[in-house]
Nanobody, 127 residues
Framework: QPQLVESGGGVVQTGGSLKLSCSAS????????TGWFRQAPGKERQFVAA????????YYADSAKGRFTISKDNARNTVYLQMNSLKPEDTAVYSC????????????????????WGQGTQVTVSS
């Protein structure tokens, strides 16, 4: 199974930027979709963005559109999440996850359909 490791989290002021990375190792050839989710204390896990590996199609939560960009580097088996114009409400633990077989697009937005998860990286946006 693939192992996922996130990096790039930290503390940033409102309006600042961060770029998160999700590096995959192990059995990565069957990865179909990689997604980013976030969870703030006391709140449910929330979809942020996803990218489909076969064609690079991207998917975003409304809260991420226009501010966040998901991308991938095939050679490095890495997915990035560039986050700009950060707000205090973006504060959360950000985790990447993968879907390992072809599924319909609605599943990309739902954490229960993802097979493997990283440990997460903390993002804190100060006001």
């Amino acid at each position: 199974q693939p192992q996922l490791v996130e990096s790039g989290g930290g503390v940033v002021q409102t309006g600042g930027s961060l770029k998160l990375s999700c590096s995959a190792s192990g059995r990565t050839f069957s990865t179909y979709v990689t997604g980013w989710f976030r969870q703030a204390p006391g709140k449910e896990r929330q979809f942020v963005a996803a990218i489909r590996w076969r064609d690079g199609t991207t998917y975003y939560a409304d809260s991420a559109k226009g501010r966040f960009t998901i991308s991938k580097d095939n050679a490095r088996n890495t997915v990035y999440l560039q986050m700009n114009s950060l707000k205090p409400e973006d504060t959360a633990v950000y985790s990447c996850a993968t879907i390992s077989r072809e599924r319909p697009q609605y599943s990309y937005y739902i954490g229960a359909y993802y097979n493997y998860w990283g440990q997460g990286t903390q993002v804190t946006v100060s006001s």
